[in-house]
């Protein structure tokens, strides 16, 4: 059987101009759109007037999802978006990837908006190398905590709302103080970014800490 092409699409991690003008044309030449919420991914696609069926795909989805995927690229070429950001990164992306790609199906990646890199590229810190940890887990943090505290090299990851104070407080009590750089809600109206020592910046974030947070953390 003859196969579409997956597209792997990155969009806006806020701010929608940032979008590109070959992943918009490649959205309206898509088949279908299969994404991680379609509800989220239906307003994108209404900000510029693009209409597509959409199917969701998500780390929860089981294998008939998949196979949803092989049915629409039956019919042609498919795009995969996630909510925000370059897909794959610390989201399902990854599997869908793996699981067409093992198929002989041709992937091709649509670049663009990656929240890790927009805050590497502002943190001021050595990027030559560094290392990303993804989201912070819930639990068990210690062992994380260490990889920083050893690491040679400028070091990254994603924190939510609720546990950015508390992961941070952790983190200076395991770690020690370091300099760190944290990006709140990057590309979006309320931008802010805080620069300084873990207690530097712990501070200033005790009085607004809502959004989504990149934290930059400098090599020893």
């Known amino acids: ?49 693009i209409k597509k069926k959409t199917f969701s795909l998500h ?11 092989l049915e629409q690229l039956a019919l042609g070429d498919v795009s995969y978006v996630s909510d925000a ?8 992306g990854g599997k869908l990837v793996e699981y067409v790609a093992l198929r002989g199906i041709k992937v091709i990646p649509m670049p663009g908006a990656s929240a890790i890199t927009t805050a590497l590229s502002i ?3 050595p990027t030559d190398k560094f290392l990303f940890l993804g989201f912070m887990p819930h639990k068990g943090k210690t062992k994380t905590f260490k990889q920083i505290e050893e690491s040679k090299i400028t070091v990254a990851f994603y924190e939510s709302t609720h546990r950015i104070i508390k992961t941070l407080e952790q983190m200076k009590e395991f770690v020690g103080d370091r300099r760190i ?4 809600e990057l590309t979006k109206q309320f931008e802010t970014v805080y620069r300084g020592t873990t207690p530097e910046v712990i501070s200033e974030l005790e009085d607004m800490y809502k959004g989504e947070f990149v934290v930059i953390v400098s090599s020893k």
């Open 1 to 49: 059987m003859n196969y579409g092409n997956l597209y792997i699409v990155a969009t806006p991690i806020g701010n929608l101009q940032d979008i590109t003008l070959r992943a918009l044309e490649t959205l309206k030449q898509s088949e279908a759109i299969f994404c991680e919420d379609t509800r989220h991914t239906k307003n994108l696609l209404a900000n510029f007037d």
């Open 85 to 92: 950001g370059t897909p794959g990164i610390s989201d399902p």
């Open 181 to 184: 750089v944290v990006a709140r």
């Open 59 to 69: 780390q929860h989805s089981n294998e008939s999802s998949y196979e949803k995927v």
């Open 123 to 125: 943190s001021g810190f």
